[in-house]
């Protein structure tokens, strides 16, 4: 398994500006602690298994579904919402395997809805997700990391209180200087092959 980046930034009739594209670093650990416990919690889902992070450093049982119809790892953050999906940040330190949030999240760019599909064939399968962030602020942002958080709907914190979204990506993207009124957008590619 694994996962590509790529960066693409457009002035404000469209243009590409620059595009880089890179193989992701680091799935994080919340990532396999995450696919233990889909794998592990048996057909009711009704009690935790694993003990994921989330972005503010509470311990959450996952899953913790009460009900087969709630989203368990939901990557579609909404327009405007920093808290999950693909989320940007400030910060070009190096992730580490034990990341449970960005290390600079940047909430003064605007966030659009992160959207994503899947496809599958006998080689292999794939599953994108993309999200466009506009700078509205009249001065240049430089981006240096990317991640996805995704957000358990049925969060059940251990100690204190939770959005129940956990980071599973975390990248280093370089230096990405978005202008104002210019846009980056990040896409995240995750594969498997046969």
Known sequence: ????????????????????????????????????????????????????????????????????????????????????????????????????????????IGYSSTSGWGIANNSGAWVYFNRVFTNNTGSNIVIQEAGIAVQDTTSNSLFGSSSGAFLILHDVTGAQTVAPNNALTVNYSLYTYV
């Open 1 to 108: 398994m694994g996962a590509t980046i790529d960066c693409e930034i457009r002035d404000e009739d469209g243009n590409l500006v620059s595009k880089t594209t890179k193989q992701s670093d680091s799935f994080v650990s919340n990532f396999l602690l995450a696919m233990y416990g889909l794998t592990t919690a048996g057909a009711t889902l009704t009690s935790g298994i694993a003990i994921v992070t989330d972005t503010g450093g509470n311990l959450l049982l996952f899953p913790s579904a009460s009900s087969l119809s709630k989203p368990l790892m939901y990557a579609m953050g909404v327009s405007g919402n920093t808290s999950f999906g693909i989320q940007v940040g400030l910060s070009g330190t190096a992730p580490l395997s034990s990341d449970y949030s960005l290390n600079g999240l940047c909430t003064t």
